[in-house]
């Protein structure tokens, strides 16, 4: 009888330390998964989180004028059947990404079994502009040149411009954060982590100014 409670005492204590060890083990795999959760949300380099389709109709219209003074008194006259008008149909492209080139471990900050990714901010990029060069519809006076490639060329660039500050009107950038955390939330459970205990945020003193996030030196044209 004395054996068998000896032999219950070694096996509790055997079962104690293997239990010990393997929380022991399960703490040290989660702290080397940082590395690795770094590694993996690097390799998406520019994730693309949200995309907005615009479609846009460009209106412009003009008049030949004469100027002349007369008692020192500056004047414009109008020329009669001058105007020119034209309706130019455009669409563009506009995605928000986040870029993980500067993705590190102090993105991330470990609460136990909790775990809190920063993420970087994130941009948005009109990735294309097209005009619709057969549904332009044009009406020029007989005394009148056509609009010229230059002039179309300016107004497609007022095209954008308006799209770009039309992008505020829209939700792109709460689209943005929360595809961004559907994105990486998954890759942190294969590293063994349960979800409830994984936080997606962003940085402090993050706003949601969308003129600050447009990315206005990489937009691409499609003629």
């Not at 055997?14 to 040290?28: F, G, Q």
């Not at 008194?73 to 109008?78: C, Q, V």
């Not at 402090?204 to 691409?220: A, P, V």
Request: hydrophobic content about 35%; overall charge positive; charged content about 30%.
């Amino acid at each position: 009888m004395k054996h068998k409670a000896t032999l219950i005492v070694i096996m509790a204590i055997t079962l104690l330390a293997s239990c010990s060890r393997n929380k022991t083990d399960e703490t040290a795999k989660q702290v080397d998964t940082i590395p690795e959760i770094v590694m993996q949300i690097q390799k998406c380099s520019r994730l693309y989180t949200a995309e907005y389709k615009f479609h846009k109709i460009i209106t412009h219209q003009d008049k030949k004028t004469i100027k002349a003074s007369l008692f020192k008194t500056d004047m414009s006259f109008d020329i009669p059947m001058s105007q020119r008008k034209i309706a130019i149909p455009m669409d563009a492209t506009v995605k928000a990404y986040i870029d993980f080139s500067n993705f590190s471990e102090k993105n991330i900050t470990k609460y136990g079994n909790k775990i809190e990714v920063t993420l970087p901010d994130p941009r948005i990029i009109m990735t294309s502009s097209k005009i619709d060069h057969d549904g332009i519809k044009k009406d020029v006076s007989l005394i009148r040149s056509n609009f010229s490639d230059e002039e179309l060329s300016n107004y497609e660039k007022q095209g954008r411009d308006q799209i770009i500050k039309s992008i505020s009107q829209t939700d792109i950038l709460e689209r943005a954060k929360m595809n961004a955390a559907n994105n990486i939330i998954p890759m942190i459970k294969l590293m063994g982590y349960n979800e409830k205990n994984i936080i997606i945020s962003f940085r402090k003193g993050f706003n949601n100014n969308i003129n600050n996030l447009i990315d206005k030196t990489t937009i691409e044209h499609e003629k």
